[in-house]
Antibody, heavy 121, light 110 residues
Framework: QLQLQESGPGLVKPSETLSLICTVS??????????WGWIRQPPGKGLEWIGS???????YYNPSLKSRATTSVDTSKNLFSLKLRSVTAADTAVYYC?????????????WGQGTLVSVSS | QSVLTQPPSVSAAPGQKVTISCSGS????????VAWYHHLPGTAPKLLIY???KRPSGIPDRFSGSKSGTSATLGITGLQTGDEADYYC???????????FGGGTKLTVL
């Protein structure tokens, strides 16, 4: 059974870089069927898609975050990562890693448990 | 403000039926498939419906999805207290080039 697990610091200082890793187990990140993505949920708000990456490196980003976000994939370790630069309090959220089905990111069929990242000095 | 519009909350009694609407536009729901997700705070969201009306294995047929024009609807019959959760719709938006979600609907089973 596929499992996704987020890891990374739970507290980041304003203006610094948020870094998260999603480790995939029970399936290969090199599958041709899926994109691997990041979605966040600020406290009391809805879901916001950040970006998604294919095993070969093709990437989609949310235009509102594209200037600050970078996602990458490591097929040898079966994981993918997110870096979000110049964070502010508005970036405080639960961050989920996820598996999208289809090259048009039609839907997410597997989600990580989520990790809370707080931005505060 | 979310691109897709959902009612903030709905409620119904156990055993009853409830519907949750998701309104969008020609660049998202009008053109692309819609998915629905069940979410309990502190847990991983769960896929309920994909491609407008298909259920993943393990999702009971009490859950159904439909789409008409630029709107989609999630239906839940035989409500159980365990169905209390937040429900989100999602799809791709061709104009924004993003995955978009509704703001979420909190279901209360009275």
């Amino acid at each position: 059974q596929l499992q996704l697990q987020e890891s990374g610091p739970g507290l980041v200082k304003p203006s610094e870089t948020l870094s998260l890793i999603c480790t995939v187990s029970g399936g290969s990140i090199s599958s041709t069927t899926y994109y691997w993505g990041w979605i966040r949920q600020p406290p009391g708000k809805g879901l916001e898609w950040i970006g998604s990456i294919y095993y070969s490196g093709s990437i989609y980003y949310n235009p509102s975050l594209k200037s600050r976000a970078t996602t990458s994939v490591d097929t040898s370790k079966n994981l993918f990562s997110l870096k979000l630069r110049s964070v502010t309090a508005a970036d405080t959220a639960v961050y989920y890693c996820a598996r999208h089905v289809g090259v048009t990111l039609q839907y997410v069929d597997n989600w990580g448990q989520g990790t809370l990242v707080s931005v505060s000095s | 403000q979310s691109v897709l519009t959902q009612p903030p909350s709905v409620s119904a009694a156990p055993g009853q039926k409830v519907t949750i609407s998701c309104s969008g536009s020609s660049s998202n729901i009008g053109t692309n498939y819609v998915a629905w997700y069940h979410h309990l705070p502190g847990t991983a969201p769960k896929l309920l419906i994909y491609d407008n009306n298909k259920r993943p294995s393990g999702i009971p047929d009490r859950f159904s999805g439909s789409k008409s024009g630029t709107s989609a609807t999630l239906g839940i019959t035989g409500l159980q207290t365990g169905d209390e959760a937040d429900y989100y719709c999602g799809t791709w938006d061709n104009s924004l080039n993003t995955v978009v979600f509704g703001g979420g609907t909190k279901l209360t089973v009275l």
